[in-house]
């Protein structure tokens, strides 16, 4: 069955269950969202794109769909035994105050939408770091299903590159699972596909890969799950009509005159402008102590965003007004903390208190990185969710006030290089839905050797720019 991309073959669309000889899918499962779930219920999925190298012999369309899809379909199964929410919805009856994740396994409709497709697309160009149209990532996505009544959590698509690789994109649900619970379902599935690979029959899960899925660890504050249940919709001033619907909201891809491109900071870079930074601490003579040191997330995101709106203001010479929103980790900073691998929705966003000016400043590194590493140390010394109630409200002032907000997406300490599925580790990995707004994409580097990937998605004028300054900057430190 040809699809209506001409790069692109369907050759396969079904649900995947977890083994029905699992104990666990013998009965109804029934998980509720908390405050922090509910904030992300028709917020638009997180898509990620792996991209694998195989051999010729292992990339030929008759090996790869008869021996290496069927190893991929049976250890994503058992994966979802112990991911049992991924397999099912979101539903919102009438007859409850607030939506809910359901997995019933006599429901045929229950499942990981699984895409099994083809591509003639040349896979050289696409694992390029270099700019590229923003839409051919888009080709390798799948949709991940929503209607007013319900929502699925996790949609798959397997693609082969012939005589060349295989890509494995991944679209998730936000209002189930988090950053680091999506990379953790990934990095489970990825071993135990590996696991059997290598002959073992019946693998088992390392410990650090259990997720928790008990969400009585966190507890409502103030009232928040009414306040963030309605937050999105009323953004959307289209979308009031039915308070009760969970169809993901439109935030569409930007995909004319746009392209994606992949930078990278290797650690000697990061050491250059962390030196750079450091000493103009004492010649602005700030108020805070200078710091011994400046994380990688600090330097990256300073340098990055700098970048970024200096690009964007020489060609839309009217945007000068600039704001930084990042993405925090709850799980240790919660009193009392939760375990690591809390599997759901634990983070938190801060804004951070930047003058608007300063990205496009002479000394913009250096003022954008004090400013997130004093965030910080804030949120570390404090309540992190202190705020938290007047938080979107500042963020629509911002927008209304003519801001440009720039987000981050991913991090370095997700480890995405290290899934290996059993025929070796990424030769790429792509944030894709960074393409639905103005948002930075961290990874970890390839080579393993502390740097960072930073991917973007800009106009392509603006790209050209970035780029000149990322590389000028650097050789300037």
């Known amino acids: 069955m040809a699809s209506n991309n001409n790069h692109l073959k369907i050759h396969q669309h079904l649900k995947v269950v977890p083994p029905s000889s699992s104990t666990q899918t013998t009965t109804t499962t029934t998980i509720p969202l908390t405050f922090l779930d509910l904030l992300w219920l028709r917020f638009h999925p997180v898509e990620r794109l792996f991209f694998y190298t195989l051999p010729i012999s292992q990339s030929h369309p008759s090996f790869f769909f008869q021996n290496l899809v069927p190893i991929l379909k049976s250890s994503l199964s058992l994966t979802l035994q112990h991911f049992l929410p991924l397999a099912g919805k979101i539903i919102w009856p009438l007859d409850s105050s607030k939506p809910f994740i359901q997995f019933n396994p006599n429901d045929d409709n229950n499942g990981v939408s699984l895409l099994i497709a083809e591509s003639d697309s040349d896979f050289n160009h696409l694992i390029q770091n270099?700019?590229?149209?923003?839409?051919l990532s888009r080709s390798f996505i799948p949709v991940l299903?929503?209607?007013?009544?319900?929502?699925?959590?996790v949609s798959i698509q397997i693609t082969l590159f012939p005589r060349n690789g295989f890509s494995i994109g991944i679209s998730t649900h936000h209002a189930v699972l988090d950053g680091k619970s999506s990379t953790m379902f990934i990095k489970a599935w990825a071993y135990l596909c590996k696991k059997i690979t290598e002959n073992e029959k019946s693998p088992t899960l390392l410990p650090e890969l259990e997720p928790l899925l008990d969400r009585e660890s966190i507890k409502d504050r103030d009232g928040l799950s009414d306040i963030f249940a309605n937050i999105l919709t009323e953004m959307f001033t289209n979308e009031k009509a039915n308070k009760r619907s969970l169809k993901i909201l439109p935030f569409e891809p930007k995909l004319e005159d746009y392209v994606r491109a992949t930078f990278e900071l290797k650690r000697e870079d990061l050491n250059k402008i962390k030196e750079s930074v450091?000493?103009?601490?004492?010649?602005?003579?700030?108020?805070?102590?200078?710091?011994k040191s400046l994380s990688s997330f600090v330097l990256t995101c300073a340098y990055s965003l700098v970048c970024v709106a200096k690009a964007i203001q020489e060609i839309q010479n009217e945007k000068e007004k600039f704001a930084f929103s990042f993405i925090v980790d709850?799980?240790?900073?919660?009193?009392?903390?939760?375990?690591?691998?809390?599997?759901?929705?634990?983070?938190?966003?801060?804004?951070?208190?930047?003058?608007?000016?300063d990205f496009i400043d002479e000394d913009g590194v250096f003022l954008v990185a004090?400013?997130?590493?004093?965030?910080?140390?804030?949120?570390n010394e404090n309540d992190v969710l202190e705020g938290a109630k007047d938080m979107i409200g500042k963020i629509t002032s911002l927008m209304k006030e003519g801001y440009e907000i720039i987000g981050v997406a991913g991090?370095?300490?997700?480890?995405?290089?290290?899934?290996?599925?059993?025929?070796?580790?990424?030769?790429?990995?792509?944030?894709?839905s960074i393409d639905r707004n103005l948002t930075i994409g961290l990874a970890d580097s390839k080579d393993g050797r502390g740097g960072i990937e930073i991917g973007l998605v800009l106009n392509k004028h603006v790209m050209d720019v970035f780029s000149t300054l990322f590389f000028e900057g650097l050789s300037l430190c």
Do not use: Q
């Open 130 to 135: 270099s700019p590229k149209k923003t839409s």
């Open 330 to 357: 709850c799980r240790a900073r919660l009193e009392p903390p939760i375990a690591s691998n809390y599997f759901g929705n634990c983070v938190w966003g801060h804004l951070v208190d930047t003058k608007p000016l």
């Open 411 to 432: 991090s370095n300490r997700f480890e995405v290089y290290e899934n290996d599925f059993g025929w070796g580790r990424p030769e790429k990995v792509e944030i894709v």
């Open 278 to 291: 450091l000493s103009k601490w004492e010649i602005f003579n700030t108020n805070e102590s200078k710091p």
């Open 145 to 153: 299903e929503s209607t007013d009544v319900f929502a699925s959590i």
């Open 370 to 379: 004090k400013c997130i590493h004093e965030k910080i140390k804030m949120i």
